[in-house]
């Protein structure tokens, strides 16, 4: 049985491209053994890195906190399994395509020894929202569809709002990345159950669990599912597979016909978008005390020897997951973190999977597009771009460096997903200078916050010396006026004070 397909709004542009997912999907889920190291960068979720509570030389079990969030934003970090931490150092990491970046690494033990839960946790339906929120925070879930967006802080910000629609995302629409189809191939009880927790956690009545129709595997083991559970609160919707329709303003406008305003978040319009593997996550952690540290993960490209999804401890490096899959093939050149589309190339396998690790893709040499050309108008960007922005014309003002125009242009609201490059006849890169002047922005944006708080610092300061000089003159009148009463010699001392401030 599969999900009828629902009226649906209308998503803007896109492209239907290759999948090239039947490779990694021909088979089940693998668990990777646990490596002899894993090596766990600081900052994996959007917000402040989390802080080491750990020393080197320390014992830690798997599922142990490592590194607490002190910020208002960020997810705590856990052992993903037993041993020493043995560095607190900087390694390769993907989010800085390969540079290094704060790292806690641990040596295992090969016991993967599990920490023990004192407290037992009451049934979740039985928490009140707000403490079924906190509990969510101290498992470290966040956002497994790429924005690794701390899932607690989402949820928290959706609860001041008025929402009346849980969205579970399992329209993975990027070619090659099939881990959200295999888990909810394989692992459909617990999307589910991680649906009704969500739900229980917003106080929501209504679940949407959105899949492409080219997912008839997936769409049958939900329908089992929710046959089975009967919630009449959940509803299967299923789309056709057109990129980027995964993408959470996208899948909004999709599913419920809302358009989300520019500049605005899915909860302006009453929905709230949660990837399905952030639900399982959820329910992992809320009914099995494990905490976020592993994930699936697919291996796939004409560069990997057996294509495939593994379950990976969060900490195990790309070179681990390579040879698992049996090594690169001749051809392999191009390594990328995540999708061909929005995923990020690295300069070494060293790195580690982290929590926003959806695919390890390798790749032969792709073919050089040909010499970038000047626009000739054609308006074929502007067709396929979701968010009907004018690519050609953000192409004009990022090459002028306009900040102004570019912000009025909606550059801010560009989700760099690579639909403009890829039709460009001219073979601009616009996805990359859209970046570039997106990270141009931010630093402005950044300088201008520095210099308004640097300008309110010295203002202060000025009304600080005003003040106190007034105050010293009032005093000195004080002064004088008792001195007269007393005597020339009482002023003159009065007087050599005030020009000798510093020596009193
Ligand atoms: S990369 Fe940005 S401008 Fe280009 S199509 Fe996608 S959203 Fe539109
Ligand atoms: S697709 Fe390329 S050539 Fe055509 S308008 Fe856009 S930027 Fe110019």
């Known amino acids: 049985m599969t999900a009828p397909t629902f009226d649906l709004g209308k998503l803007h542009g896109g492209l239907r491209l290759p999948a090239h ?8 889920i693998y668990d990777i053994p646990v490596p002899s190291q894993l090596v766990l960068p600081i900052l994996q979720h959007v917000g402040d890195p989390a802080q080491p509570i750990v020393g080197i030389g320390e014992r ?17 970090i856990h052992a993903s399994s037993s041993g020493k931490i043995v560095a607190i150092e900087r390694w390769p990491i993907s989010r800085r395509f390969g540079d290094p970046g704060p790292c806690i690494v641990i040596k295992t033990d090969g016991e993967d020894r599990a920490i023990e839960h004192v407290v037992t946790r009451p049934p979740y339906a039985s928490l009140p929202p707000d403490t079924l929120l906190l509990t969510i925070l101290q498992g470290g879930v966040v956002g497994l569809g790429g924005a690794v967006f701390p ?9 001041t709002c008025q929402i009346d629609h849980l969205i579970l995302n399992g329209v993975e629409c990027e070619p090659y990345i099939s881990c959200d189809d295999v888990l909810m191939r394989e692992r459909a009880h617990e999307v589910i159950g991680g649906a009704q927790i969500l739900m229980h956690a917003l106080s929501l009545d209504s679940c949407y669990i959105v899949v492409e129709s080219d997912k008839p595997e997936a769409l049958d083991a939900l329908s089992e599912v929710m046959t089975e559970l009967a919630d009449e609160r959940l509803v299967l919707k299923q789309v056709p597979s057109i990129y980027p329709s995964g993408g959470e303003d996208q899948l909004v406008q999709l599913v419920t016909n809302r358009e989300v305003p520019s500049g605005g978040l899915p909860s302006d319009v009453g929905c709230l978008v949660q990837n ?8 992992d952690w809320i009914q099995n ?11 796939t490209g004409d560069g990997i020897a057996q294509p495939m999804n593994v379950r990976a401890r969060i900490g195990t490096t790309v070179a681990d997951i390579v040879n698992f899959a049996g090594g690169y093939t001749d051809v392999a050149k191009q390594l990328i973190i995540g999708g061909p589309m929005t995923g990020k190339s690295v300069s070494t396998d060293r790195v580690p999977i982290v929590k926003a690790t959806n ?21 074929d960007c502007a067709a396929v771009c979701p968010v009907q922005l004018l690519p050609q014309q953000l192409f004009w003002y990022a090459c002028a460096d306009d900040e102004k125009h570019l912000r009025s242009y909606g550059l801010t609201d560009c989700i760099e997903c690579g639909c403009c490059d890829l039709v460009c006849p001219s073979h601009i890169p616009l996805t990359f200078d859209f970046r570039k002047a997106k990270g141009r922005i931010r630093e402005l944006a950044d300088e201008k916050a520095r210099a308004a708080r640097a300008r309110l610092r010295f203002e202060a300061r000025n009304e600080r010396l ?23 010699a009482a002023i003159a001392e009065i007087l050599k004070r005030k020009n000798k401030p510093d020596e009193e």
């Open 60 to 76: 830690v079990l798997k599922g142990q906190l490592i590194a607490e969030t002190d910020g208002a934003l960020g997810a705590p």
């Open 359 to 379: 695919c390890v893709l390798v790749l032969s040499e792709t073919p050089s597009p040909g010499p970038e050309l000047p626009c000739i108008r054609c308006g």
């Open 151 to 159: 899932t607690a802080q989402k949820l928290m910000q959706a609860n």
């Open 276 to 283: 399905v593997g952030t639900a399982a996550a959820i329910y």
């Open 21 to 28: 997912k039947a490779g990694s999907t021909n088979n089940t």
């Open 289 to 299: 005390n494990e905490p976020l540290i592993s994930r699936i993960t697919t291996i």
């Open 466 to 488: 005003e003040r106190e000089q007034s105050d010293r003159e009032q005093e000195l009148a004080k002064q004088k006026a008792v001195a007269k009463k007393a005597g020339p």
